[in-house]
């Protein structure tokens, strides 16, 4: 949404959990309290919550080995390289079990208003591909969350991510 100052400013706000309904005022409309599910998905690590307001009242988070990517060459690159994919395989089943136990529900019964979702994009679309989290999957926000790496202090802060409003402010067009 545009909005443009006495002085003929004008600003974009992309606010969280769009689209403000017509008339709707954009304070009003990011004060609001929501119930938001979240889930936070790496290779190696994964975090699922369930926050009314900013209050975090469900949450489970994990973790699984991964190694990082081989860069040497050799006949034993591939069997590392078949090695890493199966723990890769592994931990997303992993965080798409949290997410399950921690998310399904509440989205079925229709308490969730949205589901934010951070971390790597990938690893995201691998574990919102398991069946049971087909209404999870419907409540996904647009806005990923760039994250570090999924613990339990990171899912406690990512109100403040999730919540933010974007501004953005064009490129003045002054003439030189």
Known sequence: MTHTGHDGAVVTCEPPFPPLAPGDDL?????RERTVGVLLV?????????????????????????HGRHRAGGSSSGRFARRRAGQAR????????????VLRAPAERGELEAVVLGGDRAAL??????PRLAAVRALAAERV????????AVLEASPDRFLATIVRIPPSRSSI
Not at 145 to 152: A, K, N, Q
């Open 27 to 31: 304070l009003a409309h990011v004060a």
């Open 42 to 66: 790496r290779l190696g690590g994964h975090a699922a919550g369930v926050f009314a307001g900013r209050r975090l009242v469900a949450s489970k988070t994990g973790a699984r080995l991964v």
């Open 90 to 101: 592994v931990a997303l089943q992993a965080a798409a079990g949290v997410a399950v136990h």
């Open 125 to 130: 679309t691998t574990v919102l591909e398991d």
């Open 145 to 152: 969350l760039d994250v570090p790496d999924p613990r339990r």
